[in-house]
């Protein structure tokens, strides 16, 4: 399998609280890999490693061969890696359109090209209805889906989903998790947080277990739903194993 | 070369303005802490309580000190209608809008002042305006050291009252954090109000206080907005110690510069120090940056 | 579209034919308004596009003013290409000022506060440099050379501000289907999303910074050769930025014609009612002010959008 994301010996710390360490794992062409993890475990600072948001203190991240430690943000999003945002940051005073067109022009230069890309991508995860409504006026499935299209507009290799089902009600979930599947066909890779496990199990070939920071099992679904350590990890909220 | 005597006539006079300063940067400075809004009219609410106690003053020859027994609670109940009318209105408004709203506050004070008593700097004669006290080389003008003492007492007082008082923490905690302060049962839009109305009070006991040896006109406010504006940052936003120290500080530089350099430059350096600051340490000298 | 085309051309054809009906005060008052539309839509890019909310817009008018002025008296350089420079050097100081501020992340309140030091800073400096005459400031000669950007009577200044004000409009609408503007926004709604976006934040917002600065920098060679007087105390002060900010904020920031919109009825209605033959002119005028400035605490507090808000909805009604 060749590595697209290579995350080796990263770490990160804010202050006195040890946010990541020794995180090591890595995605693979046209892979869907989980996160997962209780609250505070790390996920997000992981994705934000990932997407240059912050720099590591250690450890190195690699995409499509290339080291990207360190980069900003946008460099990593030009090279291929995409992320959407957990609390969903639409551009509030844009419309659905101009918002996923901002991530066309970053492949497509001319204005018009890029709105036929947006509108084709818009087409595709279910908000052409909604081009011209302006970001604030979203319903919170609508924000995800508009999430997910501004992320997937600047044509990733890798897509990153932070926690792209929470919050929605079951059949939006189902909805979600189709979607997701869909754009994985199309040939994009999918690294997904996700505190909604019944999505990350169902969508996920492989999954990558956090807390406090670390790894701390890597496997298939199956084999992870009655894994000790697991379990011991989610305590409390081992119910939402199921 | 500049005699030791004169340095020392200009770190008092520095000590004095500055803390006039501190307590009108701390009325700013609280207001930002608590509701996050600059205020930019802050230093205008300093100008027109000069007025106010100027004509005081003249009308019922009633002493500044003595007339801030009106002018206290006058100004108390001027910020609260300010808050209400128009800050209310604002809260959850980008900054640009804060910005711009108190600067419309800014040119109606000033204009509503232009109108009354037009452009001209005018000024009160007490009988204590020209007064010293030689003490060693220096002359220590009373009218300045009265203004000086009051700010500090009045700083003191509002340290102690954040610091011990029910209300105090209530305001702390929603300055904190505004969600959680509402969750453990402090009412928010209340803190707020009584929060800028203390704001405004503390202008306007800045401003009476400085009318025995000060001269108002509509235009004063900016010097005042500029340097509270400059403080705040420098103790770092919300800051009640650090605002202090920060007027202390633009009181001594103020004070110095006039001496050895043009005072046309006073307020340049005053704004150069502040970028400075602002590059290296966003979070303002005697702030502490957070995590 | 063609619509708004056509209403356009009859309000540029409206707007040239003015200075063959209105008198010498009025048409003051119509060069006022234009220039304040014209700076207050060259803020706009930066403040209303970009969110970059600079409150120092006037060290890039005094520089586009001083620059022209100088170049003309000490080198003999017609101001109408010494304006070209002026905005150049004034491009070049915003980058700079840009530069430094986004390398230390500075950010909302405090990226306004350092511009706005900056331009003390620089009235300062201004005020020290005998150079260019200190707070004395520099007086120009009338007379009539237009080959040199002077005129004696009013009209030529008039069309040399519409022309002025009708590129700006052209500049904005252009900047608004371009994918700089298209960036602009992304910054202005969240850094984070934009960065997230591929968009390269700081250099967005350094260009538009240098592009705002250099816009600017035209107003304030057109305000000398116009007053025929610069002085730190004209050009350097905080009054070019109110005005810029007034016109956008009242008009609708972020828009093409909001700025203009705003600033004809604050800055024209102003320098008209100031020109009007009143008993107590003063009074009137500062009266007049104070009714502004209730009127801008009023529409931002319902209009936040700003007057040109108020079309767009009976529009869609």
């Not at chain 3, 000669?141 to 008039?158: C, D, V």
């Amino acid at each position: 399998m060749s590595a697209l994301l290579s995350v080796r010996g990263v770490a990160k710390r804010f202050g006195g609280l040890q946010a990541l360490s020794n995180v090591t794992f890595g995605v693979g062409d046209r892979e869907i890999v989980g996160v997962i993890g209780p609250n505070g475990a790390g996920k997000t600072t992981l994705f934000n490693v990932i997407t240059g948001v912050y720099a590591p203190d250690s450890g190195r991240v690699t995409l499509r061969g290339m080291d990207v430690t360190g980069w900003a943000p946008h460099r990593i999003c030009r090279l291929g890696a995409a992320r959407t945002f957990q609390i969903g940051k639409p551009f509030a005073a844009l419309t659905v359109l101009q918002t996923v067109r901002i991530g066309s022009l970053n492949r497509i230069a001319d204005m018009a090209g890029a709105t036929t890309h947006a509108l084709g991508v818009l087409e595709q995860v279910g908000l052409a209805a909604k081009r011209d409504v302006e970001g604030r006026h979203l319903t919170v499935i609508e924000r995800k889906r508009l999430e997910l299209a501004r992320a997937l507009a600047t044509g990733p290799s890798l897509l990153l989903l932070d926690e792209v089902a929470a919050g929605l009600r079951p059949p939006e979930i189902q909805e979600m998790i189709a979607l997701v599947r869909r754009i994985a066909a199309g040939g994009v890779s999918v690294l997904i947080i996700e505190h909604v496990l019944e999505a990350v199990m169902r969508l996920s070939a492989r999954i990558v277990v956090l807390n406090y920071g670390e790894v701390i099992a890597e496997g298939s679904p199956e084999s992870l739903v009655n894994d000790p350590r697991v379990i011991e990890a989610y305590l409390g909220e081992a119910y939402s194993l199921a | 070369m500049v005699g030791l005597d004169v340095v020392l006539q200009a770190l008092l006079s520095g000590l004095f303005m500055g803390s006039v300063y501190a307590l009108i940067a701390i009325g700013f400075t609280l207001v930002f802490g608590v509701t996050d809004i600059v205020n930019f009219a802050h230093g205008h609410l300093v100008m027109a309580a000069m007025f106010v106690t100027y004509v005081l003053f003249k009308s019922a020859k009633l002493d500044p000190y003595l007339s801030l027994v009106i002018v206290l609670p006058l100004f108390f109940g001027l910020g609260a209608l300010l808050y209400v009318l128009v800050i209310q209105r604002i809260v959850d408004a980008p900054h640009s809008a804060h910005m711009m709203v108190t600067l419309g506050v800014l040119l109606l004070l000033e204009n509503l002042a232009n109108l009354l008593f037009g452009g001209d700097l005018r000024g009160v004669t007490t009988t204590y305006t020209t007064s010293s006290l030689v003490v060693g080389p220096v002359a220590v003008p009373l009218a300045r050291a009265g203004a000086a003492v009051v700010s500090l007492l009045a700083v003191g007082a509002l340290a102690v009252f954040l610091r011990r008082t029910a209300l105090g923490k209530a305001i702390r905690a929603a300055a904190n954090n505004r969600e959680g302060a509402a969750l453990v049962g402090v009412d928010v839009p209340r803190v707020y109000l009584i929060s800028f109305s203390l704001g405004t009070m503390a202008a306007a006991l800045a401003g009476a206080v400085i009318v025995p040896f000060s001269l108002v006109s509509p235009f004063v406010g900016h010097e005042f907005i500029l340097k509270a504006f400059v403080i705040a940052v420098l103790g770092g936003l919300g800051s009640v110690g650090g605002a202090l120290a920060g007027g202390l500080l633009i009181g001594f530089v103020e004070a110095l510069s006039s001496l050895y350099i043009s005072a046309s430059l006073g307020n340049a350096i005053v704004f150069a120090i502040l970028i400075a600051v602002l590059l290296y340490r966003p979070w303002g000298i005697f702030g502490q940056a957070k995590v | 579209m063609s619509a708004r085309l056509a209403l356009g051309l009859a309000a540029l054809a409206a707007a040239a034919a003015a200075p063959l009906v209105a008198g010498q005060h009025l048409l003051t008052a119509f060069i006022v308004a234009l220039h304040a539309a014209y700076m207050a839509l060259a803020w706009n890019v930066a403040a209303g596009y970009a969110g970059q909310f600079s409150l120092g817009h006037s060290l890039f008018y005094g520089i586009g003013a001083y620059a022209s002025t100088m170049l003309y008296l000490k080198l003999g350089l017609t101001p109408w290409a010494g304006m070209f420079a002026g905005a150049v050097l004034a491009g070049l100081v915003g980058v700079a000022l840009a530069l430094g501020v986004y390398r230390y992340n500075v950010r909302g309140i405090f990226f306004a506060l350092v511009t706005l030091g900056a331009a003390e800073v620089a009235k300062g400096l201004a005020d020290n440099w005998d150079w260019i005459k200190g707070p004395v400031g520099i007086l120009l000669t009338m007379k009539n050379a237009p080959g040199e950007f002077f005129f004696l009577r009013r009209e030529p200044y008039y069309y040399v501000a519409l022309a002025m004000v009708v590129a700006m409009i052209l500049i904005s609408l252009r900047l608004e289907r371009s994918r700089l503007g298209q960036y602009f926004l992304a910054v202005r709604e969240d850094e984070a999303a934009a960065e997230a976006s591929g968009v390269d934040t700081h250099r967005a917002k350094t260009v538009a910074i240098g592009l705002s600065a250099a816009l600017t920098a035209f107003a304030g060679s057109f305000y000398a050769q116009f007053y025929l007087y610069i002085s730190p105390d004209t050009v350097l002060v905080f009054e070019p930025q109110l005005t810029m900010m007034l016109g956008t904020m009242v008009g609708g920031a972020g828009t093409a014609l909001g700025p203009v919109l705003g600033s004809v009825l604050f800055s024209g209605l102003g320098e008209a009612l100031r020109n009007l033959p009143f008993e107590n002119t003063r009074q009137v005028v500062i009266g007049s002010k104070l009714v502004y400035a209730i009127l801008l605490i009023v529409i931002l507090i319902y209009l936040p959008g700003g007057l040109i808000t108020l079309g767009r909805r009976s529009r869609r009604a």
